[in-house]
């Protein structure tokens, strides 16, 4: 048998997943988004001019496509490994000039990665970008309002919001030189991926894993002590801000997100119900992408956020008997007892059909009971039963598959029972 490929995973009942992305969509749409949808196929240069040659999603994790049409070896395209240079890029190459533009995409994202707990190689995200916007403000408020989409639709009071302030492109540039001079003094001490980063992208060695290499980043240089003045300004103020609109969060020196596109602003959604990746939102502000894609003197400042769907459905799971998720609708299934009434089954669920009521139809040639415990595994609601009996007096025999009963009704007021609730 030919199973699934290793990183991905198939969704059986969509009842869940379906409720969380529409609550998600929702939310959204209340604070002025837009939907927008771009391509899952990407040129590969995008994201190594955006995310940083030196990231582990460049590096490693880019699921690349051989384009044996492509005139340009160098012309490669890849499976998307996240949305936000998408977005941007989308925004430059169809001359956007209404400003903010507010705009959130939903779909798969694709990264080389070991598969663990809500990590797949097939992963789904929900990213929302605000293009055009310079105000702190913005970030304060993307972040309450996130804050409210978890509390208020999904009931979660099981996370913690984590922020850190990187400071303008300058202050990042001076920021990495005093890590650099902090990072020589401990090279004996440092793993071989942070011994690799120190040098490549200093800023990276803040995303290891190993617990010795945490242990001694807690002493490593601060980002919020090396701001200039405007940045300093800038972090007083959404601290203030989001204190002022009831925002719970604290300072994580070491949050710097694991893209190099990010500045001043980065923060984190993260529960420790999650184990080892605990982040199940995450984002920030990214004053310098537009200009990054375009090539361009042109820039717009931004900032945004992804919501990592699989890692949201862990938290949403245990909260989800006191969600509004909607229930299926009630399954009317047609029975016919031999081959003469199939003709009439079909036509009664032609009038089923005609009024959206939801049906199906067994044309299996077994026993009643058997056809009856088929029912039952379908989840059917009623069995409408169609025998020679019925077919002789234009009736069906409608079952209540809960409680038990039957009642024989003429054929012509079916639907209009149905409509009332009748049974």
Not at 355 to 369: A, C, G, M, Q
Request: proline share 3%; hydrophobic share 40%.
């Amino acid at each position: 048998m030919i199973q699934r490929v290793k990183g991905t995973q198939d969704f059986i009942d969509m009842r869940l997943f379906n409720f969380v992305i529409s609550q998600i969509q929702k939310h959204l749409q209340e604070y002025n988004f837009t939907q927008i949808s771009t391509p899952i196929l990407e040129h590969t240069e995008l994201f190594k001019r955006t995310l940083g040659l030196h990231t582990d999603v460049v590096s490693k994790e880019m699921f690349l496509i051989e384009n044996k049409s492509a005139s340009d070896p160098e012309d490669s395209i890849c499976l998307r490994p996240e949305a936000t240079a998408s977005t941007v890029r989308a925004f430059l190459e169809n001359g956007i000039t209404e400003l903010p533009w507010k705009v959130f995409i939903s779909g798969p994202m694709f990264r080389y990665e070991r598969p663990q707990k809500g990590r797949f190689r097939q992963f789904h995200q929900t990213n929302l970008e605000i293009i055009g916007s310079k105000s702190i403000n913005q970030d304060a408020l993307l972040i309450r309002m996130l804050d409210r989409l978890f509390k208020d639709k999904f009931l979660l009071d099981n996370y913690a919001i984590l922020i850190n302030f990187l400071g303008c492109y300058e202050d990042r540039n001076k920021f990495n030189q005093e890590l650099k001079k902090f990072l020589e003094q401990i090279t004996d001490k440092l793993c071989q991926n942070c011994l690799e980063r120190k040098d490549k992208n200093p800023l990276r060695i803040f995303d290891c894993k190993n617990p010795s290499c945490k242990e001694i980043y807690l002493k490593a240089p601060k980002t919020i002590e090396h701001l200039c003045k405007d940045c300093d300004a800038e972090w007083k103020q959404l601290q203030t801000t989001l204190e002022l609109t009831s925002v719970s969060f604290a300072h994580s020196s070491n949050l710097v997100r694991g893209l190099d596109y990010y500045d001043k602003t980065v923060f984190e959604f993260s529960s420790a119900d999650l184990g080892a990746q605990n982040a199940f939102c995450g984002g920030g502000r990214y004053d310098r992408l537009v200009s990054e894609i375009s090539q361009e003197k042109y820039n717009q400042p931004a900032v945004g956020a992804a919501i990592g769907i699989e890692r949201l459905l862990l938290l949403v799971e245990m909260f989800q008997n006191k969600l509004p998720i909607p229930e299926l609708p009630s399954l009317y299934l047609i029975i016919p007892l031999s081959k003469d009434q199939q003709l009439l089954a079909l036509l009664l669920a032609n009038q089923l059909s005609s009024n959206n009521i939801t049906h199906d139809i067994l044309f299996d040639d077994v026993s009643v009971k058997s056809l009856m415990r088929k029912a039952n595994k379908m989840g059917a609601k009623f069995c409408l039963i169609l025998g020679s009996q019925e077919q002789e007096n234009h009736e069906v025999t409608v079952k209540d598959m809960t409680l038990g009963t039957e009642q024989k009704i003429k054929q012509i007021n079916l639907v209009d029972l149905i409509k009332k609730k009748a049974f």
